[in-house]
Nanobody, 119 residues
């Protein structure tokens, strides 16, 4: 089982980045995908989530209107498009795959990718 992330880096305020999370080793289309982030000295926090079919998404308030989560089940990949980046978006971003089949929970994490917003 693997979640391999790519797409982070250094960007100026107002810029854009797209993160990718490529899955293998499990049935991707059965899993809810989420993006979390952990800033310096902060706790990990949810950024966005997308249902297994892609039909439902949720965003936390501080990224609404700026970030877009999506997925391609044919390519076993989830994405996070980040626009209008701000200094406070600087963090390590992690993708998560979760499936709940009572009573078990399957939970996988990507390796994390650094996003740095700096002028």
């Amino acid at each position: 089982v693997q979640l391999v992330q790519s797409g982070g880096g250094l960007v100026q305020p107002g810029g854009s980045l797209r993160l990718s999370c490529a899955a293998s080793g499990f049935t991707f289309s059965q899993y809810t995908m989420s993006w979390y982030r952990q800033g310096p000295g902060k706790e990990r926090e949810l950024v966005a989530r997308i249902s297994n079919t892609g039909g439902n998404t949720i965003y936390v308030d501080f990224v609404k209107g700026r970030f877009t989560i999506s997925r391609d089940n044919a390519q076993n990949t989830a994405y996070l498009q980040m626009n209008s980046l701000k200094f406070e978006d600087t963090a390590v971003y992690l993708c998560n795959a979760r499936r709940i089949q009572f009573p078990s929970v399957s939970d996988y994490w990507g390796q994390g990718t650094q996003v740095t917003v700096s002028s």
